[in-house]
């Protein structure tokens, strides 16, 4: 079984400042390339309009330092919405173990400057409020979600149980000017995988976690949030989305992947430890029916395999994996030219003897382009190639 990843009934992470590896990235219209990274207690964000042979001067979010989570699943995330605004999330590790608050900031002069940064949960219970993820949707909707343990200490105060954390999300409508109050998503989340989320062209959001069902199975879970008004019911139906029947009482710290399908649903990846071939599976998803295609396996589960990324744009799709190599790692992908029915085969976009972070994919001007930061070289950008 050494091919599972760290498991552990805590979300311990450790800070590793300017060292950090763990970076988030986006593009905007202009094809320009951003970055955010967190240093010494500040997120900081710089642009690239060469795909990232040359950053311009960072400019810091949170002009007074606090302890940012910043370490594999957790990190700073950035979006960049449709008329140029920036928008960052990050978590701030608090004194209390496992503690935290979600932040938000954002720049509405093209990343010269950012406005007062503010938490954007109401509940200011010193508790988990940890491992944000933004998505902002093509009506420039913007929505925070994050792992809460608000419902396990008051069950654990009224003598009732309770498996795992819930997921808790939130929603702004004015540019990132302020946040509606919270709502819950979904209870019995694992307390420290990463959220995956994405949109749908007419505002829909998508979320997909690792979630807790009954027997501690920990499978993932989906739901779409819908816009007020637009037809659909406001309680968001929870999905499962994987039915790997992975027992195992802890959490893997292994996230999954999510993007939107190309007139069918959602293509899925993720990391599923059940079974004697653990490993990554990757999955179309019905987005009426809410059924899933047979699980294919993927990548080398010998090599640690996981931690996925996925792209879809129209037919084309592409999925970039990290592994472990004999005197390093890689980061491996796959694509598809036709919504994921059949795949070319994996081949190795980045190869390093030091350490590598996970791989995101970015859509630069309608180019597929891997990105991964590393601890030899700096960030890495690679085209992404058609089978």
Same mark, same amino acid.
């Given at each position: 079984?050494?091919?599972?990843?760290?498991?552990?009934?805590?979300?311990?992470?450790?800070?590793?400042?300017?060292?950090?590896?763990?970076?988030?990235?986006?593009?905007?219209?202009?094809?320009?390339?951003?970055?955010?990274?967190?240093?010494?207690?500040?997120?900081?964000?710089?642009?690239?309009?060469?795909?990232?042979?040359?950053?311009?001067?960072?400019?810091?979010?949170?002009?007074?330092?606090?302890?940012?989570?910043?370490?594999?699943?957790?990190?700073?995330?950035?979006?960049?919405?449709?008329?140029?605004?920036?928008?960052?999330?990050?978590?701030?590790?608090?004194?209390?173990?496992?503690?935290?608050?979600?932040?938000?900031?954002?720049?509405?002069?093209?990343?010269?400057?950012?406005?007062?940064?503010?938490?954007?949960?109401?509940?200011?219970?010193?508790?988990?409020?940890?491992?944000?993820?933004?998505?902002?949707?093509?009506?420039? %909707?913007?929505?925070?979600?994050?792992?809460?343990?608000?419902?396990?200490?008051?069950?654990?105060?009224?003598?009732?149980?309770?498996?795992?954390?819930?997921?808790?999300?939130?929603?702004?409508?004015?540019?990132?000017?302020?946040?509606?109050?919270?709502?819950?998503?979904?209870?019995?989340?694992?307390?420290?995988?990463?959220?995956?989320?994405?949109?749908?062209?007419?505002?829909?959001?998508?979320?997909?976690?690792?979630?807790?069902?009954?027997?501690?199975?920990?499978?993932?879970?989906?739901?779409?949030?819908?816009?007020?008004?637009?037809?659909?019911?406001?309680?968001?139906?929870?999905?499962?989305?994987?039915?790997?029947?992975?027992?195992?009482?802890?959490?893997?710290?292994?996230?999954?992947?999510?993007?939107?399908?190309?007139?069918?649903?959602?293509?899925?990846?993720?990391?599923?430890?059940?079974?004697?071939?653990?490993?990554?599976?990757?999955?179309?998803?019905?987005?009426?029916?809410?059924?899933? %295609?047979?699980?294919?396996?993927?990548?080398?589960?010998?090599?640690?395999?996981?931690?996925?990324?996925?792209?879809?744009?129209?037919?084309?799709?592409?999925?970039?994996?990290?592994?472990?190599?004999?005197?390093?790692?890689?980061?491996?992908?796959?694509?598809?030219?036709?919504?994921?029915?059949?795949?070319?085969?994996?081949?190795?976009?980045?190869?390093?003897?030091?350490?590598?972070?996970?791989?995101?994919?970015?859509?630069?001007?309608?180019?597929?382009?891997?990105?991964?930061?590393?601890?030899?070289?700096?960030?890495?950008?690679?085209?992404?190639?058609?089978?």
């Amino acid at each position: 079984m050494g091919c599972l990843p760290q498991v552990s009934a805590h979300e311990a992470h450790v800070e590793q400042g300017a060292a950090s590896l763990a970076v988030s990235l986006a593009t905007d219209t202009d094809g320009r390339l951003w970055q955010a990274r967190a240093s010494k207690g500040q997120v900081w964000v710089s642009y690239s309009e060469d795909a990232g042979q040359h950053f311009s001067t960072e400019v810091a979010v949170n002009p007074t330092p606090m302890k940012v989570a910043a370490d594999a699943e957790a990190r700073p995330k950035i979006a960049v919405a449709s008329n140029g605004n920036l928008y960052l999330s990050w978590t701030e590790s608090l004194k209390k173990p496992f503690a935290g608050y979600i932040w938000f900031a954002r720049s509405v002069d093209g990343g010269k400057s950012f406005e007062t940064p503010y938490i954007v949960h109401h509940d200011r219970a010193e508790i988990t409020h940890r491992f944000d993820a933004l998505q902002v949707a093509a009506d420039d %909707t913007i929505t925070v979600a994050w792992v809460d343990k608000r419902d396990l200490l008051a069950a654990k105060a009224a003598g009732k149980p309770y498996d795992g954390a819930a997921i808790y999300y939130a929603v702004s409508t004015d540019q990132g000017k302020s946040f509606a109050s919270e709502k819950k998503l979904a209870d019995s989340s694992c307390e420290c995988c990463r959220i995956a989320m994405t949109s749908k062209a007419d505002g829909t959001v998508a979320v997909l976690w690792r979630h807790v069902f009954a027997g501690s199975e920990r499978d993932h879970a989906m739901a779409e949030i819908n816009r007020p008004g637009a037809g659909k019911p406001a309680k968001p139906a929870i999905i499962r989305a994987s039915h790997g029947r992975w027992k195992i009482d802890g959490c893997p710290h292994h996230g999954a992947a999510l993007a939107v399908g190309e007139g069918f649903g959602y293509h899925l990846a993720y990391f599923d430890g059940a079974g004697d071939k653990p490993g990554l599976r990757l999955v179309r998803m019905d987005g009426q029916a809410w059924v899933t %295609t047979p699980p294919r396996r993927i990548g080398d589960p010998k090599k640690n395999a996981g931690h996925p990324a996925l792209l879809s744009v129209g037919d084309k799709v592409w999925l970039a994996w990290q592994e472990r190599s004999s005197d390093g790692m890689e980061i491996l992908t796959m694509a598809s030219l036709d919504g994921g029915k059949t795949w070319g085969l994996p081949t190795v976009a980045v190869h390093s003897a030091g350490k590598l972070d996970y791989p995101q994919w970015l859509n630069l001007r309608g180019q597929a382009l891997l990105a991964v930061n590393s601890a030899e070289k700096g960030l890495l950008l690679v085209p992404g190639t058609a089978p």
